[in-house]
Structures are given as C-alpha cells and as structure tokens.
Nanobody
Framework: QVQLVESGGGLVQVGGSLRLSCAVS??????MVWFRQVPGKEREFVAG????????YYTNSVKGRFTISRDNVKNMVYLQMNNLNPEDTAVYYC???????????????WGKGALVTVSS
C-alpha cells in the first residue's frame, strides 16, 4: 500500500523559509511531485524530481526560491522554500506518478497535505 505523509507546514512571515518533508512508503515511483492548492482553485504544480537521476523541474513562480530534493535511502522528498510571499499560501501536497509528464492530472498517489501560510 502506497502512503505519503507530509510534514513541516506552518505559519511564516514574508521573506521567511520553511522546509516540507514527505515520507513515502510502499514502493518507489519514477517521479515525485510537490503541488499546491488554494481552496476554490485548481491544483498547481510546484516542483518535481525524478527518482533515479534527481533531475528537477519547477514552476516559474518558485524558480530560484524553492528547491526540491530526495533521499533515496530514506524514501523522503523535501521542498525547501525560501523568500516566501503571501501568494505561496496554500496546502502543499506530495505526490507520485508513473506518468512521463508533470501534469497534476496524472498523479497516482498523494498525501493529505501540509498547510503553509505566509503572513504579511
């Protein structure tokens, strides 16, 4: 059974940093994704990483501020978020996919999410 559990969310001031962690159990997947969602809005891809080579991909709005990484031994995925702004406020989800795309419509499993609130 595949399970993903996020941790590390919270309240932070503008310009602050948070690190999200995701524990993956059950099996490994070729692609790991962080996406976020604001109530009433669609999922937004944030960052992705390939499990084997560690290749990374980011949505434009977080490039240079967020860093996705993984630990293959611990089966963990991380999202380091720096220089946060109010537009980053959302529930952040860790997900996995067998797809060859980064589409949030093609995700296979995801966790319950971690709330990140950036206050001004």
């Amino acid at each position: 059974q595949v399970q993903l559990v996020e941790s590390g969310g919270g309240l932070v001031q503008v310009g602050g940093s948070l690190r999200l962690s995701c524990a993956v159990s059950g099996r490994t997947f070729p692609r790991m994704v962080w996406f976020r969602q604001v109530p009433g809005k669609e999922r937004e891809f944030v960052a992705g990483i390939t499990w084997n080579l560690g290749s990374t991909y980011y949505t434009n709005s977080v490039k240079g501020r967020f860093t996705i990484s993984r630990d293959n031994v611990k089966n963990m995925v991380y999202l380091q978020m720096n220089n946060l702004n109010p537009e980053d406020t959302a529930v952040y989800y860790c997900a996995v996919t067998l797809s060859t795309t980064w589409s949030t419509d093609a995700l296979d499993y995801w966790g319950k999410g971690a709330l990140v609130t950036v206050s001004s």
